[in-house]
């Protein structure tokens, strides 16, 4: 019964077992072995970690075929769709075989997965296996607060990379430490060019390709509340959005203004040399403050849709010149059909939609019409709800790869957000990198995956199942409140507002609504006491998920106080809320840069004000 993350497009046992020997070679099988160099070090290095077993790489068949105990075998023009594999392995060895090296990766990577659940011998079989889409990518916000070190970026890299993603993306607003401008990231703790050079090297060895990503338009108020930049703006009033609030300006940048597209002339010039990828994600997503400010007569003649095309071709232009195809967020132009096939044909929208029912089917249908390449970019669920949404994230991750498959999107981007804070620690999005993992590399043969057990097994390394339980019920228990929220949980904003703000949850959100999502929450995190991983960072894994636990608890106990129903005292609340900062703030800086911290904390901090009256 072999757990594989993703599962095998076809699996066929044959039969028998190979035992590793203790001593055997590893025959690297191309014309230039060591492109395949990464990968056989990879299995080496498994090998000696999971059996203590010592094989030795050569480049040469001269070696008696007995003594090759695996063989990765490189045959270009062999008519295998791109990154898939041949895995046989015999009771004589185990060969792999690929049409390109980052084929012979995933190979390797299923056969290390394998022997991981072996015991002393692995089952014969024959694997045939392949993509259903060509970029299967992690999008993760550095911008909300939350910027991870770069240990935790390469922690993060490694897995996806064992699990099949071929991209990943860092989200950036104002965490590149762009010299000329280091007023904007001086409190960011963001990354630098020699991060990023790292981090690209790092990537390459396995077959993922570093993205850029720099949002160009909108979410900029972290540049435009600075004197230097607040001439760019579009506005500095309050402004409507489609949200039904009011926000206050600065936000976007003026698209009319020349001095917009010099900025982003000076970020592409400074940001883009130190990738190797040719694309770049421009961001361009809800500029929604555009028509209301200086480009507001414009909006009024022309439309905002207009506006938004003419700007998005002008930094297209920019993109292009630096030797880049352009991504963009595609939440504008879907609105706007008639303009979408004025996209220059190198140019790929990201369709993004964090609901179970978002319209990926009628959207992927308008880009594929136009003739627009594009990717689906559904969501792992787990900002804005401390815990995760489970059920809402496997269902509008299916939803992605069922409809990007029928609509020919050509990639599918896994995004992880950090808004309000980024409180969600970093094991609560694995469920749905996980899923979201093997929905896009073979949708078919693992739409049915047992989403917990593949989480235990593969991103906690728990035997038990424990961990991957725990954290696919914490991810429900938003389901146990019974009033279901967009894109966030009532409990996340019982902790986000005012008690006076929270009562208005009284009616939907009642007492029995309470104790049952109390319940719940002990239910979910009951089984954190059993877990085996064997992870090496085990511990902080369980105090992040058992911290997630604590908060949702507090929102609960938060609410009983805003109804007046007794429970916890004001004073008892604020100091179990002392104590939940205090290891919030110890977990942070396990994995992530101390810059932000001051500002995310300060949303749960500013609670205790209303705790000691």
């Known amino acids: 019964m072999l757990n594989l993350l993703p599962i095998p497009r076809q699996l066929t046992l044959t039969g028998g077992t190979y035992a590793p020997p203790d001593q055997a070679l590893v025959l690297l099988d191309a014309a230039a072995p060591q492109a395949l160099l990464f990968t056989a070090r990879r299995f080496q290095r498994a090998l000696r970690e999971q059996r203590q077993r010592r094989w030795e790489l050569i480049a040469s068949s001269a070696a008696p075929p007995d003594e090759i105990g695996l ?4 045959r270009p023009g062999s008519g295998r769709r791109a990154e898939g594999y041949t895995l046989t392995i015999a009771p004589e060895g185990v060969s792999v075989e690929a049409a390109d090296p980052a084929g012979l990766f995933h190979g390797v990577s299923t056969l290390l997965q394998i022997s991981a659940q072996s015991g002393a011998a692995w089952p014969c079989l024959r694997i045939e296996d392949g993509p259903d889409f060509a970029a299967r990518g992690v999008m993760l916000d550095i911008s909300r607060d939350k910027v991870p070190t770069l240990e ?12 099949k993603i071929n991209q990943f993306q860092l989200y950036m607003e104002h965490t590149f430490a762009y010299r000329q401008h280091p007023e904007v990231w001086a409190e960011a703790s963001p990354f630098t060019g020699d991060d990023i050079l790292a981090l690209d090297a790092f990537c390459r060895e396995r077959h993922v390709e570093l993205v850029p990503n720099q949002n160009s338009f909108g979410h900029l108020h972290r540049w435009l509340q600075h ?21 206050k300006g600065p936000y976007s940048l003026c698209p009319l203004d020349p001095g917009s597209l010099a900025l982003l002339r000076g970020w592409y010039d400074e940001l883009l040399p130190h990738f190797t990828s040719r694309q770049f994600n421009v961001g361009f997503d809800e500029p929604v403050d555009v028509g209301q400010g200086r ?4 909006v009024a003649a022309r439309g905002v849709g207009r506006v938004y095309v003419d700007f998005l071709k002008q930094v297209h232009a920019e993109v292009a010149a630096r030797g880049r195809a352009m991504q963009f967020w595609g939440d504008i132009l879907i609105d706007h059909p008639a303009l979408i096939p004025e996209l220059p044909a190198d140019a790929t929208a990201l369709e993004w939609g964090y609901e179970a029912d978002h319209p990926f089917g009628a959207h992927g249908a308008q880009f594929r019409a136009a003739g627009l390449k594009f990717y689906v970019c559904p969501g792992t669920s787990s900002w804005n709800s401390i815990a995760g949404r489970t059920d809402n994230a496997l269902g509008n991750l299916r939803n992605a790869a069922e409809n990007g498959l029928r609509h020919g999107a050509l990639g599918y981007l896994i995004t992880d957000w950090g808004d309000n804070g980024h409180w969600q620690t970093r094991p609560v999005s694995d469920l749905g990198f996980a ?3 093997a929905y896009s590399w073979a949708w078919d043969a693992n739409r049915d995956l047992d989403v917990a057990a593949a989480l235990s097994a593969h991103a906690f390394a728990d035997p038990s199942g424990s ?7 914490l991810g429900n228990v938003y389901q146990a409140t019974g009033l279901p929220i967009h894109n966030s949980s009532p409990l996340f904003w019982a902790l986000q507002w005012p008690l006076d703000q929270v009562r208005g949850y009284r009616d939907a959100l009642g007492p029995e609504a309470l104790t049952r999502t109390l319940h719940a929450i002990e239910a979910a995190a009951a089984p954190l006491a059993a877990e085996r991983s064997q992870r090496s960072d085990a511990g902080l894994v369980r105090r992040e998920f058992e911290l997630a636990a604590r908060m949702l608890r507090h929102a609960v106990g938060r609410l009983r106080l805003a109804y007046g129903l007794g429970g916890a005292s004001r004073a008892e609340l604020g100091r179990d809320l002392r104590a939940l900062l205090d290891e919030y703030r110890t977990l942070w800086l396990a994995r992530n840069r101390p810059g932000g911290l001051k500002d995310s904390a300060a949303r749960l901090e500013k609670l205790l004000a209303e705790y000691a009256d």
């Open 467 to 473: 961990l991957g339980r725990a954290a696919y019920d």
């Open 71 to 74: 063989a990765l075998r490189l």
């Open 295 to 298: 480009s507001r007569e414009a």
């Open 227 to 247: 004197p230097r930049y607040q001439p760019l703006a579009e506005t500095l009033d309050e402004f409507d959005t489609p949200w039904g609030l009011k926000l």
């Open 435 to 437: 899923a979201g993992a």
């Open 152 to 163: 935790t970026v390469y922690a993060l890299v490694d897995q996806l990379a064992g699990w």
